[in-house]
């Protein structure tokens, strides 16, 4: 969300920044890994299907309202009008962002292959609970833009609450903002600060129920703002266990930061793994953005450009970057300025950016938020060991996660055979020429090696090469 700068670049910009940036940054990277499995050199695990993931992040996104036309004169508020930032002609906004245009998006999203997360915010600005009424539309209204999200948009994109309001804190027991407006009752900036996994939980729990009871499912969450900037541990933990306790999330996982350039890893971070062998194994999982967002803001903002993301030969620009080492390709843009008060500036932006995206590489995979936590928590936590055979591995998932490919040092002459709870009897592997055939299933020569890829089933895996 939504300082100047846009959502996670906050930090860069006051005086705060430094020792701030390195403290956020050496805790995020240093947040809590929890237990790790051994691994043998001689087996590794590699991108799904070798394939490079690539996601659509989208923001502030919810039922019917335009949630930064309401936003903003609280933010305004929130800094005493003392924030330039916040001064911006909202009133001429647009009240509404149509189910219409929902349509129009999903529809091309799914003939394109897209897919991604897409924000239902519960109780946006305050205008209404999605689960109780929306003044100034039809109980008719909401149940039919709820449908719309459950039939179109939940197949290919996760549904995350951004908080509650994403704007005033919600006082729980009453169910009313708090009476104070300044930044440290605002879900944007102060209010995680100092507060425990077990406050935190409770907020989280509160804005899943409100989704649970308009028929959406949720796996991850992502944060308002500035909203964990000072609690990131207990961001992380209370995420883990307020999915798990309302909707019975087996991987959960949240999206908070992003890095828009340089050499960082933008790869998810597996973190509190525990239990890897027991019944009730446990991780959550923090996706990371790649880029800022140059569509057309959560402000509606003239957008920076196609370019950024990827330039008209595909030679450059931020995706190109990170597609090229292999790391998950996540890109990041607020509903409001993809709407751009009905001039669609940033769905345009998007679609060329898919156009580029599509034209230059043949190795990409699009994939829900969650579907890439499932990959990583797969990758880092499933435990591969030799046996007494030379040719047998064994690998021990305390989850399971479909088109699981790791590259054994091992020549093979005969097709791989696998089993596991899916396949008892065995199953043999079909060779595939190259990576780009490779899928569930099939395998293929490389180098002294070879690359097996199959649907990774909860439990022991074994592997005849
Ligand atoms: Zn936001």
Known sequence: MEYAHGRRQFLKSTALAAPLIASVAREALAQVPGDRPVRPKSAEVLNPRERVPVSFIIDDSTCLVNLNKFAMPQFDAAFEGANATYHRNWREWSDEIPDDFVRKFG????????????????????????????????????????????????????????????????????????????????????????????????????????????????????????????????????????????????IPHYFRHLYDEGTESVAPRVEYASGLDGADPRCVVSIIACTGDWTGGWDNSPPEGVDRFITADGSRGRLVDVIRRGEPACLLAHWTGIWFNGEETGFRVFQEVVHRLHQRFDHLEWMKLAEIARYWAARELTRIESTDKPNVMRLTAPFSCPGFTVRFDRRTEEAPRLLNSASPQGLALSEVASSRSLRSGTWRREGNGAVLCWDLAKGINTVLL
């Open 107 to 250: 529809s091309w999203c799914g003939e394109h292959g897209v897919k991604g997360k897409y924000s239902i915010v519960p109780y946006p600005a305050c205008v209404g609970r999605l689960d109780r009424e929306l003044p100034g539309w039809s109980p008719r209204d909401l149940q039919s833009s709820l449908e719309l999200v459950r039939t179109l948009m939940t197949p290919n994109w996760d549904i995350h609450p951004e908080m509650v309001t994403h704007t005033r804190v919600i006082d729980l027991r009453t169910g009313h903002p708090f009476p104070d407006r300044s930044l440290k009752f605002m879900e944007n900036w102060e209010w995680t600060t100092g507060r425990s996994t077990d406050e935190i939980a409770d907020y989280l729990r509160y804005a899943l129920t409100i989704l649970k009871n308009v028929g959406l499912n949720c796996e991850g969450i992502t944060t308002p703002g500035g909203f964990g900037t000072r609690a990131l541990p207990q961001l992380a933990q209370a995420s883990l266990v307020a999915l798990r306790d309302i909707f019975g999330t087996e």
